[in-house]
């Protein structure tokens, strides 16, 4: 599935926007610390997702409300950037756009984003706005896209990623690759056609079998590094990828959100270094 869409995203860009006040103090500059984002009614967090051997700071990240998660420590910190909310606005409104690593290092927040070429003049208007509201965020770099493939194995060298394989039932839509846009669009995916002809385009997913498992991810604040499905002939084959350590509590709410999905059936749990060659 990955090797038909490795680069069917063949634009990316990449930004880097200082941590200030919203980085818990204790976190080592030199290492790429794993984030998530979630979102209040009023207010983003960013999540970070800490190593356990910080136990001894316990008396520090207690004020962070920390969550356990295996060997990591969920810590969240409201971020005191608000130009941030117009940001996700105008990226909500490119069809394309889907979010790819989330780290932070040497106090800064680094993200990326994939797209398409055909919506190269909106990303540049996002640029723009980025200029224009604050010196300090950074544009590291717009090109071409390294590919999905590449990026995961780029993650991996943060935290071991494991994939969840899983097929069920779906006979309205056609012969297609859906990607989930996660935290950029909930309801929203890309498409990839499989007729040769390479289109690319939004569709919205509201109405999709698997969605409330996909919001109810995202409520658990789960940062997935990307769902997937291949749907061929009312046959749907999934794979979510996110990290190891997050597994088991996905998996919680794949079984409580899933139950009534017809022909819901999971096929394998395995590691992505495993896996990585016959995705």
Known sequence: MLNTIDRG????????????????????????????????????????????????????????????????????????????????????????????GLFSQKGNVMMDFRFHKSDIKRVGELVRLLVSINEDIKIIKMEQSEGLKAKYEEMETRSPMSVVEFSYVDERDSDRILEWKGIVDPTGAVSYSLDGAGEVSHVDVSNAPITPLLLSVLRDRIPVAGYFENRKKGEVHSMMILPTFLAKHFLVRYFNETKNIAGINLLKIDSYCNVKNRL
């Open 9 to 100: 995203l063949e634009m990316a860009l990449y930004l880097s926007i200082p941590l200030g006040a919203s980085g818990p103090l204790f976190l080592d500059e030199n290492e790429q610390v794993p984030m998530g984002l979630h979102f209040s009614a009023k207010d983003l967090y960013y999540d970070f997702f800490v190593k356990e051997s910080l136990r001894n700071y316990y008396e520090l990240y207690k004020y962070y409300n920390p969550i356990h998660f295996g060997d990591f420590v969920l810590l969240a910190q409201r971020v005191e950037l608000p130009m941030l909310v117009p940001i996700r606005k105008n990226i909500y409104s490119i069809p394309t756009i889907v979010m790819g």
